[in-house]
């Protein structure tokens, strides 16, 4: 019954900003990790950003300095604010999470992505 649902993707011009956040319900006992990768047309997957439930956090080369994840553990939530963006920013953005599910132990979980598209 864990579910992920990202939201905030769209459409913006290049130097604009989105706010992607991603909200986990179900029977959630604890959440571990949290993060968001992306995949453009034609690429792999690639980590863009994680963070610990303590709220230690790491960034891909590519968005140091333009991309900030946080979360709030109390709505099991964990948000990407992303500023100065760039047409190679432009790809189906996953939430990622490692959660320990009440009764049955760890997993991890895949939300369903959100486009996010950056273009003149």
């Known amino acids: 019954q864990v579910q992920l649902v990202e939201s905030g993707g769209g459409l913006v011009q290049p130097g604009g900003s989105l706010r992607l956040s991603c909200a986990a319900s179900g029977s959630i006992f604890r959440i571990n990790v949290m993060g968001w990768y992306r995949q453009a047309p034609g690429k792999e997957r690639e980590l863009v950003a994680v963070i610990t439930s303590g709220g230690s956090t790491n960034y891909a080369d590519s968005v140091k300095g333009r991309f900030t994840i946080s979360r709030d553990n109390a709505k099991n939530t964990v948000y990407l604010r992303m500023n100065s963006l760039k047409p190679e920013d432009t790809a189906v953005y996953y939430c990622?999470?490692?959660?320990?599910?009440?009764?049955?132990?760890?997993?991890?979980?895949w939300g369903q992505g959100t486009q996010v598209t950056v273009s003149s």
């Open positions: 990622n999470a490692h959660i320990v599910v009440v009764t049955t132990g760890l997993y991890d979980y």
